[in-house]
Every structure is written in C-alpha cells, then in structure tokens.
C-alpha cells in the first residue's frame, strides 16, 4: 500500500484549489488517499509523488487529471432531487407564462437535473402554461459525465421521483439487454445541451438565462471560492430571473442582491441604478 505525505498532500491539494477549486482541510488527508490510492496501484505507479507529476503534467488535459477530479468529488445525481424546487419553479412559471426560457444547469453531472427540468417544462409547453421557445443547458467539468449526458441513458432507479405517467410521456424502457434503462426522449433530447465549464475559472457570455441550478457543488469549494463562483454565475443570470443551490449549502456571500423564496431557492434582484 501506497503512503500519501504531507508534502505530497498538500501538492495535490494546491493542484486541485488552483485549478478547479476544490478545497480540502487537513483532515481530508485519509479521504484523498484512500479515493487516489487504489487509482495508484491499477495504473501501476510506485507513489503518490509520482501521481503528482502524472496530473499536474496532465493539467487542463482529458486525462488522468480529469480521472482525478471525478474520484475526489462525487457525481451522484438523479430525477427531481429536492423536489420542492421543482414544484416552485413551476408555480413561479405558470405565474409568469414566459414565452421563451433559458435554463442553466451549472454543475449537471450525468444530466439527470437538466432533464428532470426538460420534463417539467415539456409538460408545461403542452399545457399551455410557458411558450414553445425553451432550452436547457448542462454544463460540468467532468467529461466523463458528459459523454454520459449527451448518450441521455439512466439506469430506471434513477428516475424513482419520477410519476410513472411522466416516464411514459418522456422516456423509451429498454428491452432485452438494456432492460432496466430509460432513453429520454428525442422530444426532450433536442432541446438539451451539454458542454464543459469550469466554474473555476471565468467564462465567456453564455446567458442571459432566466433559471440556474448550481446544486450541490458548492460544498467542494472555501468560502471565498464559493462566493465567487457564485458571482460569476449570477452574472449569467437576468434580473428576476430564479436560482437555485442545494438546501444544504447554506447560506452564500455573493455581491448579486437575492431575495430568498424557499430554502435553496433565490429571485435575483435588478441591481440598484
Ligand atoms: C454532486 S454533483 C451535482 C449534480 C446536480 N447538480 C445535483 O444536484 O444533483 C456535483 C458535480 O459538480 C461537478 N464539479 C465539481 N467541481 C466543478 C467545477 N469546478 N466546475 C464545474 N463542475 C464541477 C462534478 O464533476 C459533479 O458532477
């Protein structure tokens, strides 16, 4: 068995901060071995200095860097998680009736958010209560998760939230050897756009959207990455347009003036002239 030191530690940490902001105290020195070591021993290497010198020669690249980033946070998603934000955003829309909207995802994962909200608003188009124009954009670093968007292939279990009239309205059961799997929808898939970002770094003009979700991916970042990542993301957003975080983040220091409608759940305020 491999042995992190301090030293090394602290490389990898400064690494992963410098980068893409992921802050890890001192006590999460036996959280990143035990996620890094095992990576080590498969890929052959004889430390963790010499895993260092892999990612931080792999650095902004597609490969062990990336492997890296995705065994020290967490991917875990699924269908209408924390559903209460669902349920407001559909009675904050059906108050409003917009005729177009541009959804972000900013942090989606394997897309399941991002679909989660295509379904809601597909729903609402059908009934008359927002206009046809809609999109929804995914956005992560990880490619990995990408790939796995764009295929929009979910193993059913993650669809429990979901109501078994809404499954058959927006996704194709798999038969045979995909049984067990849910295709989403062409109807859903052609309005649902993936792409990297790093929310660590700035962007370019993506918006403006009038709905983000920046759901449970602040909790890797320190208090002042955080906040900033949070400005540079409401910088995306319109004026009253809705942005929601995970409710268990917290609450979030960040320039934008936000008036809260919910836990975790924000209206963004016109900035004072
Ligand atoms: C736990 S998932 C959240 C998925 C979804 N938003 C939800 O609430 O179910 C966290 C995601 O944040 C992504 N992530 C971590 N650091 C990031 C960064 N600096 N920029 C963009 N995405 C990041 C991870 O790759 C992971 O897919």
Redesign the pocket.
Known sequence: MVTLRDDTFRGITALMHET???AFADSKKSLVSSRLGPRIQRLGLASFEDYLALIRNDEGGGGEFQAA?DLL?????YFF?EPAHYALLEQELTRAKPASLAVW?A???FG??AYSTAMLLADLQQQGRIGVDWRVLGT???DR?LRAATEAVYPEERLREVSPERLRRHCLRGEGTSAGLVLMHERLRERVRFGQ????QPIEAIGPFDVV?L???LI?FDPPTKAEVVDRVLSQLRPGGLFFI?TAEGRVACKAPLDVLAPGAFRKRAAPA
């Open positions: 893409v902001g992921l980033i946070t967490t991917n875990e998603t998680r995802s942090a989606s994962s399941d958010e992560d670093i990880s998760v970002l790093n929310l660590c979700f759901r449970n991916v890797y995970g």
